[in-house]
């Protein structure tokens, strides 16, 4: 299939990985062209602005300016003029997005996994539409490529054999996963994962008992307890959200918010409307919470 499949932007003087796409593929041919990505970007100041290390099933195009460099994963037979469009789309978003110093004072790979959003929504939009947004600028960046090719690699070129093993301090960086600091947890967010400790358990005990009655004598009541057991999830997501980092923060929260609302709605009857408050008030906290605590030293956006 002719496509992009992972795309990443690193900082050219190191290969410092600023931000990337949350991709899960497991095919082994990409997987090695990944280990030759990560080679490659800390050795991109040897080369021009583009270039092209082309594989058997895979290519990898890399654009650099300035101080950044964007890198895209692609099937060998996607268009190189449309890979690049995408790469200059993506530049031109980061750079609109944060600024020279913030780049260059990024001391920790995935300084800014926030952009992961942004890389996916244009990356989604070349591969469905074939980046129609692109075919404005389709002409200029033919015209730039004829006049100046990019260089051409290989994927099993000795400068990216010798990357893998000899890429120093750079290379380092480049193998680290990204980490997800959060800001410190609050006395206010401590309160909310105690309550919701305490309206999950509250669930999975109800629910629980209400399936032992419901499987043996009121087959009807599996609606009950199935509006017992959502909630429990819930909460325990909510914990998670809240403890941990997890990208597309934001939807998750609102989507497990509406469970437990809609839940104890339907509910009502074995919940009374105190009951029904309680819950859906210990929900509301905890989203207000999940969304108030941020990544820690999360760059704020610069216009350009």
Same mark, same amino acid.
């Given at each position: 299939m002719s496509m992009i499949f992972f795309a990443c932007v690193v900082r050219v %003087?190191?290969?410092l990985p600023l931000s990337a796409s949350t991709d899960f593929h497991l095919n082994q041919d990409f997987l090695e062209c990944r280990k030759r990505l990560k080679a490659l970007s800390s050795i991109l100041a040897r080369y021009p602005s583009r270039g092209t290390a082309k594989g058997r099933n895979l290519s990898i195009h890399f654009l650099s300016s300035g101080d950044i460099a964007c890198m895209a994963i692609c099937s060998s037979s996607y268009s190189t003029i449309m890979a690049f469009c995408f790469l200059e789309e993506l530049r031109w978003e980061f750079a609109a997005s944060y600024n020279t110093r913030s780049i260059n004072s990024a001391s920790r790979p995935y300084a800014f996994i926030e952009f992961d959003n942004t890389i996916q929504k244009v990356k989604h939009h070349f591969n469905s539409s074939r980046g129609s947004r692109a075919k404005g600028s389709w002409e200029r960046v033919e015209e730039e490529l004829r006049l100046q090719p990019p260089v051409q690699l290989q994927l099993e070129a000795t400068e990216l054999l010798n990357g893998l093993s000899n890429g120093g301090h750079a290379a380092g960086h480049v193998e680290v996963a990204p980490t997800y600091r959060m800001q410190p947890v609050t006395p206010l967010g401590i309160l909310s994962l105690v309550l919701?400790?305490? #309206?999950?358990?509250?669930? =999975?005990?109800?629910?629980?008992? =209400?399936?032992?009655?419901?499987?043996?004598e009121d087959h009807e009541g599996i609606g009950n307890v199935i509006a017992f057991f959502l909630p429990f999830l819930a909460c325990v997501f909510q914990c998670y959200l809240y403890l941990f980092?997890?990208?597309? %923060?934001?939807?998750?929260?609102?989507?497990?918010?509406? #469970?437990? #609302?809609?839940?104890?709605?339907?509910?009502?009857?074995?919940?009374?409307?105190w009951q029904i408050s309680f819950h859906i008030g210990v929900a509301s906290l905890s989203s207000y919470q999940i969304l108030a605590r941020q990544l820690l030293e999360k760059q704020p956006d610069y216009g350009v």
């Amino acid at each position: 299939m002719s496509m992009i499949f992972f795309a990443c932007v690193v900082r050219v %003087r190191d290969g410092l990985p600023l931000s990337a796409s949350t991709d899960f593929h497991l095919n082994q041919d990409f997987l090695e062209c990944r280990k030759r990505l990560k080679a490659l970007s800390s050795i991109l100041a040897r080369y021009p602005s583009r270039g092209t290390a082309k594989g058997r099933n895979l290519s990898i195009h890399f654009l650099s300016s300035g101080d950044i460099a964007c890198m895209a994963i692609c099937s060998s037979s996607y268009s190189t003029i449309m890979a690049f469009c995408f790469l200059e789309e993506l530049r031109w978003e980061f750079a609109a997005s944060y600024n020279t110093r913030s780049i260059n004072s990024a001391s920790r790979p995935y300084a800014f996994i926030e952009f992961d959003n942004t890389i996916q929504k244009v990356k989604h939009h070349f591969n469905s539409s074939r980046g129609s947004r692109a075919k404005g600028s389709w002409e200029r960046v033919e015209e730039e490529l004829r006049l100046q090719p990019p260089v051409q690699l290989q994927l099993e070129a000795t400068e990216l054999l010798n990357g893998l093993s000899n890429g120093g301090h750079a290379a380092g960086h480049v193998e680290v996963a990204p980490t997800y600091r959060m800001q410190p947890v609050t006395p206010l967010g401590i309160l909310s994962l105690v309550l919701n400790i305490m #309206c999950g358990a509250l669930n =999975l005990i109800r629910g629980v008992h =209400l399936a032992e009655y419901s499987f043996q004598e009121d087959h009807e009541g599996i609606g009950n307890v199935i509006a017992f057991f959502l909630p429990f999830l819930a909460c325990v997501f909510q914990c998670y959200l809240y403890l941990f980092y997890s990208s597309a %923060r934001k939807v998750k929260t609102f989507v497990l918010l509406f #469970c437990v #609302c809609s839940c104890n709605i339907y509910l009502y009857g074995l919940r009374n409307l105190w009951q029904i408050s309680f819950h859906i008030g210990v929900a509301s906290l905890s989203s207000y919470q999940i969304l108030a605590r941020q990544l820690l030293e999360k760059q704020p956006d610069y216009g350009v």
